[in-house]
């Protein structure tokens, strides 16, 4: 989930993937009764149940028990006849959430189903993905333990999330409404109590509002959970369901009684940072997301389906290839198959109205700044940045290589091998070479096993009709597959194919009239140090660490950093860097409530004398937002008016005049 703005904004929030990293060895047959009771006015989430297991040899001795810090410590009893706790000692999760760790008196007879009872009030103290109002409720089950979670050993020692089955029954009063995602659900007791049946084992993830339900049947039936009977859930679950046709067509079959789309407030994602969220059968999505529909958001939230749903990752190594970088590429083919004329932004620069940054120019900025790792070896704190920018046009590079369709068929025959079992890195690359019917170390050495892009320089002459052209590497040496575009002074243009296979390389191609211009790659299909994107990304380097500060939730640390650069001054700032780093410091501010000193540099942004494009209309939309809440009329109606034209002038990317419509 993402792992993201509302994820069609530029408002540092990042998407999520509620996904288990790493395969397995789960308790078996675990299985949940749990009963929650739900009170959003009053703050109230109280939750009891049982749930029980097969003890398996890992389990015998003790087993651990994840939950979040409750309003006062839980009740966690065994309920199994002729089992006893000798002690129950407790630590603190990495992510906050309370461990406990129960030793028995003795041994437990290994097959035998183990029970414990548990009951507690959870509160409304907010941790990642759990939140509560009084208007919405989330409850997510990866990132926040709201239900007794019992954990499993992975291969790599640690204790990870264990899936499981069961009930759970939730009671609500009118007009809320729960959503549970891939289960079967049965309502009763004048619609208060709703029960989910989850019959194939999964992470719990529990979403409240007053929902309005809206359905579009397809080959997976399609259900939209909006909080305003405005938005049309149907178009959007339409859309959605062909989007999900095309992949199921790419990846293979999926194994889900039905889909959600989960909508929930704005206001949320930006206190959280939470953009949206991909778990089995669901997808959860900030309002404005839903205001608009964005191929390239939906491709890549549907794609994790199969890429860290269905087919889990087993190690470290690859894990976020396996899953964010597969998810993008699925975005990017869904992209090539519904809107291709933008398929090369979204590789060069970004698709319009998704996360800019999850693009080439995205993942130069970055390494421009120092933050790079080989796709092999990236981890949840590097697997967004470099894996949804970088990893996905080299999985497209590698599809290419290969042949589409040949790719695609390893993939599906890796979901029909690995869905049980989980999928390791190495497995991963063998069946390529399977599917391929030869090696692709090469390809493997150069691109996963190293950080970096291609960097070259080229010079020309033509010499009758034929073009002498020079390539020459200037960092790393790759194989590479490559395009030439050719410009005659007649204004014709032709496209020819090469492949560069040493740092120097010389070719000679047919012309046919005179040549005035010569472009390499000029689709961008190759990511690569750009003659023209290379010196903007070295000049917004800046503000790449401040935001990789911002997402690593260190707002002190960002803000310290952005100031830092302002002070030192910029005699010359071409791309905008000091109006970047002004927003930037004024979002800082505003999410720390302090609305004046954000206003002051939101104003003191826009008096820079270069303005970055795909920040400016958001510049006039903040300030607006605070103007509403100042209750200033008149600075109110200047800013709706300007984040509306600022929009028109980058051909409408952020929807301003939907947004500042639900402002008035």
């Not at 200037?474 to 007649?490: C, G, H, K, Q």
């Amino acid at each position: 989930m993402k792992p993201v703005r509302p994820a069609t904004a530029i408002v540092f929030t990042w998407c999520i993937i509620i996904l288990c990293p790493f395969f397995l060895r789960a308790q078996d047959q675990l299985q949940y009764d749990l009963q929650v009771n739900a009170d959003l006015p009053a703050r109230k989430f109280s939750v009891q149940g049982t749930l029980s297991f097969l003890v398996t040899a890992n389990a015998a001795d003790s087993v651990v028990i994840m939950l979040s810090k409750c309003t006062a410590p839980p009740s966690i009893q065994v309920r199994t006849p002729g089992v006893r706790m000798a002690r129950m000692d407790t630590s603190v999760s990495r992510g906050g959430d309370m461990l406990y760790h129960i030793q028995f008196a003795k041994p437990v007879q290994a097959g035998s189903r183990l029970e414990f009872a548990y009951a507690y009030e959870r509160g409304a103290a907010p941790t990642f993905q759990y939140y509560i109002d009084s208007t919405f409720c989330m409850a997510g089950g990866y990132g926040s333990a709201w239900y007794p979670q019992v954990m499993s050993p992975a291969e790599d020692g640690s204790s990870k999330y264990t899936r499981a089955s069961g009930n759970i029954r939730v009671t609500v009063p009118p007009p809320y409404m729960p959503v549970m995602a891939a289960s079967k659900l049965e309502t009763g007791n004048n619609g208060k109590t709703y029960t989910f049946r989850y019959t194939v084992p999964d992470i719990f993830s529990l979403y409240i509002a007053p929902y309005h339900r809206q359905e579009v049947k397809g080959r997976v039936p399609f259900y939209c959970f909006t909080l305003s009977k405005e938005t049309d859930g149907a178009a959007i679950s339409a859309k959605a369901s062909q989007v999900l046709d095309h992949l199921l067509g790419l990846f293979g079959p999926l194994s889900i009684p039905n889909f959600s789309i989960i909508e929930f407030p704005d206001a949320v994602s930006e206190k959280t940072g939470i953009g949206g969220a991909s778990l089995m059968g669901g997808i959860l999505m900030p309002a404005n997301a839903l205001k608009r529909f964005n191929y390239a958001l939906f491709g890549h939230e549907l794609a994790h389906q199969w890429w860290g749903n269905k087919v889990l990752s087993r190690g470290d190594e690859g894990a976020q290839m396996l899953s964010e970088g597969l998810a993008q590429y699925g975005s990017l083919q869904v992209v090539e198959a519904f809107d291709s004329s933008r398929a090369i932004l979204y590789r060069k620069t970004g698709y319009p109205g998704y996360i800019p940054d999850q693009s080439g120019f995205g993942y130069l900025k970055n390494a421009a700044a120092g933050i790079d790792a080989p796709l092999h070896a990236l981890t949840a704190e590097n697997g967004h940045t470099i894996g949804d920018s970088k990893g996905f046009m080299v999985l497209e590079l590698l599809a290419n290589t290969i042949g589409k369709d040949t790719f695609h068929r390893a993939l599906q025959t890796i979901g029909d091998k690995y869905s049980h079992s989980g999928l390791s890195w190495d497995q991963f690359l063998r069946e390529l070479e399977t599917a391929h019917g030869g090696s692709l170390q090469w390809f493997y050495e150069q691109w996963f096993n190293r950080a970096g892009a291609p960097a070259w320089e080229t010079a020309w002459q033509q010499q009758g009709q034929e073009l002498l052209l020079t390539l020459t590497q200037t960092d790393s040496v790759y194989r590479l597959p490559l395009e030439v575009a050719i410009t005659y002074a007649n204004g014709d243009q032709s496209l020819q194919r090469i492949n560069i296979t040493a740092r120097v390389q010389q070719l000679s191609l047919p012309v046919t009239a005179k040549v005035t211009g010569v472009k390499i790659d000029p689709y961008f299909k190759v990511i690569h140090w750009d003659e023209e994107l290379a010196p903007k990304a070295r000049a917004m380097s800046k503000v790449q660490r401040v935001f990789q500060l911002r997402i690593a939730q260190k707002p002190d640390e960002a803000e310290k950093l952005a100031l830092s650069y302002l002070a030192e001054g910029f005699p010359e700032d071409p791309y905008g860097v000091e109006f970047s780093l002004l927003y930037t410091v004024a979002r800082l501010k505003a999410m720390k409530g302090e609305e004046d000193a954000a206003l002051m540099y939101f104003q003191k942004a826009l008096q820079c004398s270069t303005r970055a494009s795909d920040l400016l209309a958001y510049t006039y939309y903040r300030i607006a937002q605070i103007a509403k809440r100042k209750k200033d009329d008149v600075l109110f109606q200047w800013a709706c008016v300007n984040a509306v034209k600022a929009d028109e002038l980058n051909e409408g990317k952020d929807d301003m005049k939907g947004m500042v419509r639900l402002l008035n």
